[in-house]
């Protein structure tokens, strides 16, 4: 990941022997809303559990502001270094960029597609998806699952996604088409990735979920469920993969025996 952008140092701590200052950093806030009740949730369960797997979604947390500290904010670090508007990333332009055999991570553009499957992530889309060709190598970037996991429904969805592909947009309710996934075309790291998920300890998941559920955001029975789904799909994903395997067009019959 490339470093973050300092808006400006103020004063030295003054305590200790390293040299640590207090200083700005520039980040982007979201909170929930009547429309959008599981905002903050949503963002940083998969905020802290894409970090855990080591995808590129930029340091993030809770925040509250001194005036209204009642209210909690999600924060994420803004990756955007020299400030001008980075366009929406093509598909092709990830693939092709990540393709290249000296990229240290050639199989990132892979693990966005099935993190979001695992997280119920149907609303990943070209304009939350940066990749920034202006750093060798070109560097993507993760962001906004506003959308995922409780949606805007709670536990409800949750339980009626439980065993669905989601990232096909295959009905409204579910969401729209994953931006990536026609652009897939070798299931080459299908199996590290789904080895990855299923490595994600048990407690990594309710670590993610407690923080959320003890600012008081989502209930105990919420927080029960989004551990539950998590820790199923974990399990499924391979299963739940290859049962809709014709939602892969450009993936040949042959290479889904990989699996």
């Known amino acids: 990941m490339p470093p973050y952008q300092i808006i400006r140092f103020e004063q030295p ?23 959008e009740p599981y905002c903050v949730p949503n963002e940083l369960v998969c905020g802290l559990l894409g970090q855990f797997l080591g ?4 340091p993030c947390g809770l925040f509250v502001e001194p005036r209204n500290p009642s ?3 999600f924060g994420t670090m803004n990756f955007n270094l020299n400030g001008d508007t980075l366009p929406p990333a093509e598909p092709d332009d990830c693939f092709l960029a990540y393709a290249d055999p000296a990229h240290p991570r050639p199989d990132a553009v892979v693990g966005v597609l099935l993190f979001d499957l695992w997280v119920l992530n149907a609303d990943r889309h070209s304009r939350n998806l940066v990749l920034d060709d202006s750093v060798t190598p070109a560097q993507l970037h993760v962001f906004d699952h506003s959308h995922a ?3 805007r429904e709670g536990s409800a969805r949750l339980h009626r996604l439980r065993e669905d592909l989601v990232i096909a947009g295959l009905n409204p309710e579910s969401g729209n088409r994953h931006c990536l996934i026609d652009g897939v075309r070798f299931t080459n790291w299908f199996r590290f990735w789904l080895d990855r998920i299923h490595a994600v300890p ?6 993610a979920v407690d923080r959320v559920l003890h600012s008081r955001l989502i209930t105990h029975e919420e927080a029960g469920s989004a551990v539950e789904t998590l820790w199923f799909r974990r399990e499924r994903l391979t299963d739940i993969l290859y049962r809709n395997r014709n939602q892969f067009p450009n993936i040949p019959d042959a290479l889904w025996g990989q699996l």
């Not at 995808?55 to 930029?58: A, M, N, S």
């Not at 048990?202 to 670590?207: G, H, N, P, Y």
């Open 13 to 35: 701590v003054g305590s200790g022997v390293t040299d640590a200052w207090w200083a700005q950093l520039r980040a982007v806030m979201k909170r929930n809303s009547t429309a």
């Open 55 to 58: 995808l590129p979604v930029p």
């Open 71 to 73: 209210a909690v904010w």
């Open 149 to 151: 996991l409780f949606g």
């Open 202 to 207: 048990r407690f990594a998941i309710t670590d």
